[in-house]
């Protein structure tokens, strides 16, 4: 607990500052892959840069959720904060790729302390009437996190230094670390129990195996490879033997007796699902405004101001009326909007008018917003403060997970749709124009004006609308899932936030 009520507006502006940072790291460090690539050298190996980041966050999820019931949330928050901070200071001064795939791998570290325990001190310092809006404002800064990083990393990169999108997370993170120490007051007693150490290394050997396989598939190796099935054996067998682990540990990792909870189940498979699709939009809807609609690096960042907005007003609301109706009434309105708005995105052309594709993104941004505070506070509705860091962490790693694997299975079938539909519009154009200046597997041409202007018009409209046509296709692809996440909603049950004003009428 806080000593002071007036010190709480402190731990969360602490809370919302370790979030942010954390939250937004990936997306703006993709931003500026370009450059850094140009300045440091490694293209083969630039691919590492952003999997040493995710393996590390992923894998360290559910390992600190858990040690964070076992021995106290704030200790390692501040673990988090400061291996994060050491991290982005290192991964600043790196002077090769190795290097700063390495420092990323230490910046993951910390990382994947941060977001799943901020959400769990809120629920242990606020009482259940409170928790809606200070969840609903954690949920809005981790949405506007995922749109505001490639701006921010357009903007920094291009007018600064990339070496300062590291940089700009030490004052930050000192402020945040700052304020946790000071104003966290801890009361809650913690039991030491026995670590699961082989859980732990199972669970560990089973997520990096994966990421690499889907990070290395169809780029460094064939995907039917030895390396890559072997990485994908490795998976396997070391997931079994974690569950196996899990169901025999005194203290597990991941308890799996919560997913018997049906609302613990429901909200971990939503939480996969929406991450798997909302990735695709931060990813693709900027590629479509730089290739389709000839826009800047910058335009495409503030292309998806929108949908910030829109995520910050779903999860505002979601926050604020999981007291006064069930979680399954407002996920039916999140995942309607969801649905809406990426059908919408799903039937753009290039003809589509810029206010148009400003309101679909509001729309889509809307419906992904309730998920942001809704889904961890399903999450541990009616568990023990004692398994609230492993819920909430569960919740987050499901959550990468998903983003991970949805960005590699949807954008391997918009490249491969990209391509065959542009040697399909080639064909029977030998002799007529000359279109071997663009190269088919490095599409990068559309992404700069100068090169844009070189490619004759008669081209230039058959590879925007070949993109055009690849981007949409994913987007209305992304429906299967979200359609899947609308049938498990409505498995969730009544629950809802109970406050003391609600028990007492009851």
């Known amino acids: 607990m806080v000593s002071k009520e007036s010190n709480l507006k402190w731990v969360v502006t602490g809370l919302l500052l370790g979030i942010l940072m954390s939250a937004m790291d990936n997306t703006i460090v993709a931003t500026a892959m370009g450059t850094i690539v140009a300045d440091l050298g490694g293209f083969d190996k630039f691919v590492w840069v952003t999997s040493a980041y995710m393996v590390a966050v992923m894998a360290g999820m559910p390992i600190f959720g858990k040690l964070s019931d076992m021995y106290g949330r704030k200790r390692f928050f501040i673990f988090g904060l400061l291996v994060f901070l050491l991290g982005s200071a290192l991964c600043g001064i790196s002077q090769s790729i190795v290097q700063l795939s390495i420092f990323r ?58 070496h300062w999108i590291f940089y700009v997370n030490v004052p930050i993170g000192l402020v945040s670390f700052i304020l946790i120490t000071r104003f966290y007051k801890e009361s809650l007693t913690h039991h030491k129990q026995k670590i699961d150490w082989l859980g732990a290394i199972t669970l560990v050997v089973s997520v990096v195996s994966l990421m690499f396989a889907l990070e290395l598939g169809g780029k460094e190796y064939d995907w039917n490879s030895v390396p890559i099935i072997s990485l994908f ?11 196996i682990v899990e169901t025999k540990a005194k203290e597990p990792i991941i308890s799996f007796w919560m997913f018997k909870k ?106 992904m917003g309730f998920s942001f505070s809704l889904l961890p506070t399903a999450s541990i509705h009616d568990l023990e403060p004692r398994y609230r860091g492993s819920a909430n962490s569960t919740n987050s790693f499901l959550r990468s997970f998903g983003m991970t694997l949805g960005i590699t299975i949807l954008g391997t079938v918009q490249n491969k749709v990209f391509t065959q539909d542009l040697k399909d519009s080639f064909k029977g ?21 100068s090169e844009r202007a070189k490619i004759p018009p008669v081209i230039l409209d058959k590879i925007v609308d070949a993109m055009s046509s690849s981007i949409t296709f994913t987007f209305m692809l992304a429906l299967i899932p979200i359609g899947i996440a609308a049938i498990t909603i409505l498995f969730m049950g009544n629950s809802r936030v109970k406050t003391e004003k609600s028990k007492v009428k009851a």
Not at 290 to 300: I, L, R
Not at 433 to 446: E, I, T
């Open 233 to 243: 054996c490795s998976f396997g067998l070391f997931f079994i033997a974690f569950f």
């Open 429 to 449: 154009m030998q002799g007529t124009h000359d279109h071997s200046m663009f190269n088919l597997s490095d599409p990068h041409q559309l992404f700069q004006a």
């Open 262 to 367: 049906r609302l613990f189940a429901t909200s971990q498979i939503l939480a996969f699902l929406y991450g798997a699709t909302f990735i695709v939009l931060t990813v693709f809807i900027p590629i479509f405004v730089q290739a389709v609609y000839g826009g800047s690096a910058t335009n495409a960042g503030l292309i998806l101001t929108p949908m910030m907005l829109g995520s910050v007003a779903g999860s505002a609301m979601g926050g604020i009326f999981q007291t006064k109706t069930s979680f399954r009434n407002l996920m039916i309105i999140s995942v309607i909007a969801y649905f809406i708005g990426m059908f919408l995105l799903g039937n753009m052309t290039p003809d589509t008018a810029r206010y148009l594709l400003t309101i679909f993104m509001i729309i889509v941004g809307f419906g």
């Open 105 to 162: 791998a230490i910046q993951g570290i910390g990382g994947g302390a941060l977001l799943p325990i901020a959400f769990t001190i809120v629920f242990d310092i606020f009482p259940p009437e409170n928790r809606g809006k200070m969840t609903g404002l954690l949920g809005a800064v981790f949405g506007a996190s995922s749109v505001l990083g490639p701006l921010l990393g357009a903007y920094i990169t291009e007018y600064i230094s990339w």
